[in-house]
């Protein structure tokens, strides 16, 4: 069965750095590419950047280019998206989501990490 | 990289049909045979319901339907029931590993 299990909820100030993850099981993890999607509170979904973990080829949203880093682990099969500093901005729910490298859309989906900053 | 453009909001009874739209780019949807369309219930993670415009995914029921024509791409939803009453979203490749989505259409089944 095929999972794509993220890290719990966190609560963070503003200057705080973070990392979240998204493991995959069930499949080929080098077989298809992870993309990270943001949900702000209320509001719709938001392409962040997409990583083909064969060989960590990134691509960012220019929205989010310089401020997040997307990088994945592939002896442990996960996926990570770190801030080096979080604003109150970030606050959203984060889904990590996978495609087929020769498929264009998204077929299994995360549950969500829900990233809380405040000070 | 502007956002796709979705109605805010449709409704409809139980057992009719309904329609949500979905406006991009001659540099999006226009331009290649790759919209996806998402159900998210509240509280839950999106589902992917049609894929390359008009493809079903496996368990996915056939009461949902897509299609394209130019820079519009629609989803119909036929037979409504409760359970449909969701978040709608498009999405649409745009080149060079870059994707982009729609606003979000809240259906409520009246």
């Known amino acids: 069965e095929v999972q794509l299990v993220q890290s719990g909820a966190e609560v963070k100030k503003p200057g705080e750095s973070l990392r979240i993850s998204c493991e995959g099981s069930?499949?080929?993890?080098?077989?298809?590419?992870i993309t990270w999607v943001r949900q702000m509170p209320g509001k719709g979904l938001e392409w962040m950047g997409t990583?083909?973990?064969?060989?960590?080829?990134?691509n960012y949203s220019p929205s989010f280019q310089g401020h997040v880093t997307i990088s994945v682990d592939r002896s442990t099969t996960t996926a990570y998206m770190q801030w080096s500093s979080l604003k109150t901005s970030d606050t959203a729910m984060y889904y990590c989501?996978?495609?087929?490298?020769?498929?264009?859309?998204?077929?299994?989906w995360g549950q969500g990490t829900l990233v809380t900053v405040s000070s | 990289q502007s956002a796709l453009t979705q109605p805010a909001s449709v409704s409809g009874s139980p057992g009719q049909s309904i329609t949500i739209s979905c406006t991009g780019t001659s540099r999006d949807v226009g331009n290649y045979n790759l919209v996806s369309w998402y159900q998210q219930h509240p509280g839950k993670a999106p589902k992917l319901i049609i894929f390359?415009?008009?493809k079903r995914p496996s368990g996915v029921s056939n009461r949902f339907s897509g299609s394209k024509s130019a820079n519009t791409a629609s989803l119909t939803i036929s037979g409504l029931q409760a359970e449909d009453e969701a978040d709608y979203y498009c999405?649409?490749?745009?080149?060079?590993?870059?994707?982009?989505f729609g606003g979000g259409t809240k259906l409520t089944v009246l």
């Open positions: 990583i083909d973990p064969s060989d960590s080829y990134t």
């Open positions: 069930g499949y080929t993890f080098t077989n298809y590419w």
């Open positions: 390359e415009n008009i």
């Open positions: 989501t996978r495609q087929g490298q020769l498929v264009r859309h998204f077929d299994y």
């Open positions: 999405c649409s490749f745009a080149g060079s590993i870059t994707w982009v």
